[in-house]
Nanobody, 119 residues
């Protein structure tokens, strides 16, 4: 069974940090680009960051540049999203997804993990 499972979400104060993980089971993560998306209440899902299959190319939404870092460990079949200097507007459900390329459509979605930034 093909699965992407996110973890690492939670409640954090403004200015704090979280690291999200996206673990794959049932398929080899190294064959795919992995994107992180988020959806806040009442808003559309938006792309946050993406990393190609080798890890040699990354991109970020303007709203998170300089604060978030995407990385991958293909040996562990896992992709990470390090989130620093978190703001209340970062509050959302965060999803990881597998794509052939970062500019391509999503093949598989994870179930999401909640991130809440609040004092």
């Amino acid at each position: 069974q093909l699965q992407l499972v996110e973890s690492g979400g939670g409640l954090v104060q403004p200015g704090g940090s979280l690291r999200l993980s996206c673990a794959a089971s049932g398929f080899t993560l190294a064959l795919y680009a992995i994107g992180w998306f988020r959806q806040a209440p009442g808003k559309e899902r938006e792309g946050v960051s993406c990393i190609n299959n080798s890890g040699g190319s990354t991109n970020y939404a303007d709203s998170v540049k300089g604060r978030f870092t995407i990385s991958r460990d293909n040996a562990k079949n896992t992709v990470y999203l390090q989130m620093n200097s978190l703001k209340p507007e970062d509050t959302a459900v965060y999803y990881c997804a597998a794509l052939h390329y970062c500019s391509d459509y999503v093949l598989y979605w994870g179930q999401g993990t909640q991130v809440t930034v609040s004092s």
